[in-house]
């Protein structure tokens, strides 16, 4: 696709940044952290026309993937809060010549020449794990110390996102603490 598109035809988040205080001198912009591990940030932006508005006027999400590119081995936050932003301009009037921003382009052209793996693709578990994981899903159920299901996170993580009776760890583990609290 590099060969597709010009990187100059794009307008990067800080020209739209720029261009909206330029506009809007009494607007705002919110940022909000839904997700975030290790691996993984999402972040969601809001746009206020006028900072005393009670409702925003536009939003824009991202996501970025812990070391996906040199910046995001130290900064993936900041780069998904930067990119959420643009897309909450780009959203509202600030989309320029195209919708994606600079940096998106580049993201793509960077993936293009060296693509990552799926962080997401899950093993097959071995039969010994898998009841393993069975006697960890009755501790959770049987637990009734939150201190104690926080224990079993750390000690699982590696496992959280397996499918094991119907359910994940994660999914359980978030449960047992909702029911106890």
């Excluded at 508005?53 to 130290?74: F, H, L, N, Q, Y």
């Excluded at 990119?83 to 293009?112: D, H, Q, T």
């Excluded at 159920?141 to 996102?161: A, C, G, H, M, P």
Aim: hydrophobic residues 35%.
């Amino acid at each position: 696709m590099a060969g597709r598109f010009n990187l100059e035809d794009y307008d990067t988040v800080e020209s739209r940044i720029k261009k909206f205080w330029e506009q809007f001198p009494n607007g705002r912009i919110l940022t909000d952290i839904l997700h975030d591990t290790d691996e993984r940030k999402v972040v969601k932006a809001y746009v206020y026309a006028d900072r005393e508005d009670a409702r925003a006027v536009t939003s824009g999400m991202a996501e970025e993937i812990v070391g996906s590119s040199m910046v995001t081995k130290t900064s993936a936050l900041e780069v998904c809060e930067t990119s959420a932003i643009g897309r909450a301009l780009a959203n509202f009037i600030f989309s320029g010549n195209k919708r994606p921003s600079r940096e998106e382009m580049e993201k793509v052209e960077r993936y293009e020449k060296n693509p990552r793996k799926n962080l997401y693709a899950v093993r097959t578990l071995t039969p010994e794990e898998l009841d393993k994981l069975e006697v960890v899903l009755d501790e959770i159920y049987k637990t009734n110390e939150v201190s104690r299901l926080r224990e079993i996170w750390t000690e699982q993580k590696d496992f959280l996102d397996y499918s094991i009776k119907g359910t994940t760890l994660k999914d359980a583990l978030n449960k047992r603490v909702q029911d106890l609290s």
